[in-house]
């Protein structure tokens, strides 16, 4: 049997949605436009289009690393070398208390639990990734903790599934979404970003990531509408 080529092999298509969790929409660390998302998303999951549809979740313990209320005497959106197990120290963005494993922020939006729910009725394989869960390691993207040190489930998901492209959508746009789509293009995944399905905290930031994911090899359309003729 000649080896599969997922570069001319036809395209199979899974949804990526990040972090689309109440913390980054209405809750302590809201994004701004993260409030519009729903129509685009709800559009997203509702489509024929996908083989399989991951969802990424932030999921931290209560005193975790990236918290500022971890480190006394440090506010939120500084920058502090914190400690980190494989490599020595880091530096790390410090951030509000968010996505506590338990509370309600955590969770994902009512428009995506509702839509993985249809989803897998139709007989999509919907699986669910939780990241940022060790206590001294952050983990921005979807597939791997920062300095690449441990593994989440989501390539063996993916690549399980014979999926050869993933549509990557969600929160926030310059720091998670920008990192999982990084990885994807490393492992080959030929993402696709639909701007009007993500959000991002900083102007100047998302910008700066739109023009960066661009380059390292991602294909970046505005409206849901586009992304699903590819
Ligand atoms: C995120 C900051 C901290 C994200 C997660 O989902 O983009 N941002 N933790
Ligand atoms: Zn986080």
Redesign the pocket.
Known sequence: MPAFNPQTAPSRWALLL??VQHD?VDGS?A?PGADRLQGPLSQLLSSSHFSQICATR?MHPADHI?FASTHAGHEAFEELDVPHPARGSVRQ?L?PD??VAGTRGAELLGVVKQGMQEAEQRGVECVEVHK?TDRQV?S?SGFVTAQDVLFSPLAAALFGAHVTRVLIA???T????RATVLDACRFGLRPLVVLEACAG?EEAGTQRAVRELSEAGAEVVQSVEEALEK
């Open positions: 990040v972090d980054f660390l994004v932030d990236s963005k951030w968010h996505c940022g952050d921005y969600g929160v926030a310059d720091f998670c979404v905290v």
